[in-house]
């Protein structure tokens, strides 16, 4: 594995066939050592798994009413004194969105998803946390959001070996950007670990979903792991073996914002 310090140069684009990969193992393996991704599949990522969720990215799926426009980029990383004309570089980081352009009906935006079986997840996975989790997730991100324009950061995850090179900083503002180019929201839900970094680009938070993932469903807190105490002061007290994701919105600026 080459050596990459901070003076390395990142560069942010669409993905290719051969990214969608090395994508699925980034995002299992950033989500996979938190008490979450533990719990949403409790004896490890299987091939089936990794398999379904590339095929969720790629090809692109067709725009919807509901789901909106998925906008899929990558980040790849350059060593300092190599050359980008051409070659591909090590990627290393990757984030989804969902863009609702234009303003929906409630009864365009209200719709439910069904709850999700051993069958439609695949084998290894937990579906009773997954409907609890994620699932819970989807109904809180729907009641703030509604039917406004919006641009939907759903998933952003960065090698957890080269993490701090600021791959995770660059789609962040890469996505304020678009937002305040088309001047509509951006919302997304964080994880602990997150919420400082998304603080400092401008988001706020809205709300949260609180999940008790210790006696409900067995989950296991490693020693220093973060639930959410560094909410507290915004969201209000966590109690004692609850999880907490932070739902977080952004307003689009202006120029002179």
């Not at 509901?66 to 984030?95: R, T």
Request: with cysteine; hydrophobic share 35%.
């Amino acid at each position: 594995m080459a050596s990459v310090t901070s003076k390395a140069r990142i560069r942010i684009r669409d993905p290719t066939p051969a990214d969608i990969p090395v994508i699925a193992d980034i995002h299992f393996d950033a989500f996979g050592t938190n008490v979450a991704g533990k719990l949403l599949s409790p004896n490890g990522v299987t091939a089936e798994q990794k398999k379904r969720f590339a095929a969720s990215l790629y090809p692109l799926p067709e725009p919807t009413i509901e789901n909106g426009e998925m906008i899929l980029k990558v980040v790849e990383i350059f060593p300092e004194g190599v050359s980008d004309d051409g070659a591909p570089g090590e990627v290393i980081a990757f984030a989804k969105w969902d863009l609702h352009r234009h303003p929906r009906t409630e009864e365009q935006w209200d719709v439910d998803i069904p709850m999700q079986t051993l069958e439609t997840l695949g084998e290894g996975s937990n579906p009773e946390f997954h409907n609890a989790f994620l699932r819970g997730l989807h109904l809180k991100r729907k009641e703030l959001a509604k039917g406004d324009p919006v641009l939907m950061l759903k998933i952003l995850c960065t090698a957890p070996h080269r993490q701090r090179l600021g791959a995770g900083w660059a789609l962040i503002t890469w996505g304020t950007a678009l937002a305040d180019q088309l001047g509509i929201p951006t919302q997304l839900e964080a994880s602990p670990p997150g919420y400082p970094l998304y603080k400092r680009a401008g988001y706020q938070p809205v709300g949260m979903h609180d999940l008790e993932v210790i006696k409900t469903f067995g989950g296991i807190r490693e020693e220093g792991e973060s639930f959410g105490e560094n909410t507290v002061e915004d969201l209000g007290p966590l109690p004692e073996g609850v999880y907490r994701t932070s739902i977080m919105r952004r307003p689009a600026r202006t120029k002179a914002e």
